[in-house]
């Protein structure tokens, strides 16, 4: 038995070299995107494979309160969204995120466009997570917003008027979404909408997907070759279409490791090198370790090395920083350090993920030193048996319950948290059973 439930938590059980072949649900990042860009066009698209992972329905029901219809066709696993042609039904709302970070950036960003008042709130942990850059931004486009109560974080009030237009300057923006929250609404302001950016940006991946979206709805983004200007011509209009959703290739990622910490060979179907998602590019870093890449039609598979034979790293993950934890995991299994670079944003995701990745490893015997925007991984001798604490984040849960495949005595706290992202996952990880 792979996985044994104990109570809110899971025990993993070792297993020799897995050999599976997985189909995972639709990209939260593309899906979260098509949702958008969907309920501003003309017309009635349908988006297929979709996530419905807890992000993915706190956007929707947030699309619901600003008063846009979005039926679920949970046999199809499809969204079907009736667009508002660029005018916000709703003139009151409240707007409950959740955890959910693309969520409150994105609503935000398209509540400026309506006429009324919206209020938009969170967790806990999302009134710690900030949000300052983007509405100074979207402030400077002429939207009217501000702060409930502490400045730079929600919960936040819109007094929808419209966006004017014009230039915004970003200064190394801890969030991509903050741009893509903006590139997806320009269309719908009263002048074009020029987003310069200087300094670092962190995850500039998702940025790409966010305009290849928008062009896929008959929307153009026109960048600079440098990639730190964008404009975005007013008068655009998203046209409808049935568009099919990508498997999310950050969930991929935690089943390459799989195959890279036991010797054996996963294939994620659906997925290939020209994913819209930037975090297919893990594949090139486990190669770099030691694994072998197997590429077809219709699937992306890795090929683990015989035990031992497992190398550590030096990876910038500044362009898929949600790579880190399952980078780590896989790093307790490497022969040597892991330097994991360029990841400062992922002190302000659900938890501060470089301290809690850095308790955790320590947990688990290893030797960790940490700076502002990186972690470097010494592996032990033998991973320690250990109750991992997870910080309600999903992604501490889905990686360390990876550790779990080759060390006895490994039991990841508050398994539920998987819902954020994907809710089916240890159904999933099953599938890995030999």
């Known amino acids: 038995m ?9 025990k993993i059980h070792p297993v020799g070299p897995v050999n599976a072949s997985v189909r995972l649900p639709g ?3 593309l899906t979260n995107r098509y949702l958008l ?3 501003l066009a003309d017309g009635v698209s349908t988006l297929r494979g979709i996530s419905l992972s807890d992000d993915a329905i706190r956007m929707l029901e947030g699309l619901r309160a600003l008063g846009i219809s979005v039926e679920v066709l949970n046999d199809d696993e499809a969204f079907v ?4 042609r660029g005018l916000i039904p709703s003139t009151d709302a409240e707007i409950d995120v959740g955890h959910a970070g693309a969520p409150m950036r994105f609503l935000t960003a398209l509540a400026c466009l309506g006429r009324g008042q919206y209020h938009l709130d969170g967790s806990p942990r999302m009134r710690e997570r900030p949000i300052g850059q983007l509405v100074g931004a979207l402030q400077q486009l002429g939207a009217a917003l501000g702060y409930n109560e502490a400045d730079g974080f929600p919960p936040l009030t819109v007094a929808g008027r419209g966006l004017m237009g014009g230039e915004v300057t970003f200064d190394s923006p801890p969030s991509s979404q903050y741009i893509s929250a903006l590139l997806m609404v320009a269309p719908y302001a009263a002048n074009d909408v020029l987003i310069q950016i200087n300094g670092a940006v962190a995850s500039r991946p998702y940025i790409d997907m966010t305009i290849e979206v928008m062009h896929s709805l008959g929307v153009e983004v026109l960048p600079s070759e440098t990639g730190r200007r964008y404009v975005a011509p007013s008068t655009q209009r998203y046209r409808a279409g049935e568009i099919n959703i990508e498997p999310d290739a950050s969930a991929a ?4 490791a799989a195959a890279a910490i036991t010797g054996g060979n996963v294939r994620v179907k659906g997925l290939s090198r020209e994913s819209l998602q930037g975090d297919v590019g893990i594949i090139d870093v486990l190669a770099r370790m030691g694994c072998g890449i197997e590429e077809e039609n219709e699937y992306l598979g890795i090929q683990g090395p015989p035990p031992g034979r ?8 500044n362009a898929m920083p949600d790579a880190a934890q399952t980078l780590a995991a896989v790093a307790l299994y490497a022969t040597g350090p892991t330097h994991i670079r360029g990841v400062a944003n992922l002190r302000i995701k659900e938890t501060d993920r470089l301290s809690a990745l850095e308790s955790e490893l320590m947990r688990l015997g290893a030797t960790v030193e940490m700076s502002e925007d990186s972690l470097t991984i010494i592996p032990p001798a033998r991973i320690k048996p250990a109750v991992i604490e997870t910080y309600d984040d999903h992604r501490m849960v889905m990686s360390f319950a990876l550790v779990g495949l080759g060390a006895d005595g490994i039991v990841v706290k508050n398994a539920d948290c998987v819902s954020k992202s994907f809710p089916n996952y240890f159904e999933t990880f099953a599938e890995l059973e030999p």
């Open 2 to 10: 792979l996985i044994e439930h104990v109570g809110d938590d899971v």
């Open 37 to 39: 860009c969907a309920a």
């Open 310 to 317: 497992l190398k550590g790293a030096d990876v910038d993950l």
């Open 253 to 256: 990622t935690y089943f390459w």
């Open 27 to 29: 990209s939260k990042s």
């Open 81 to 84: 969204v009736h667009g508002c």
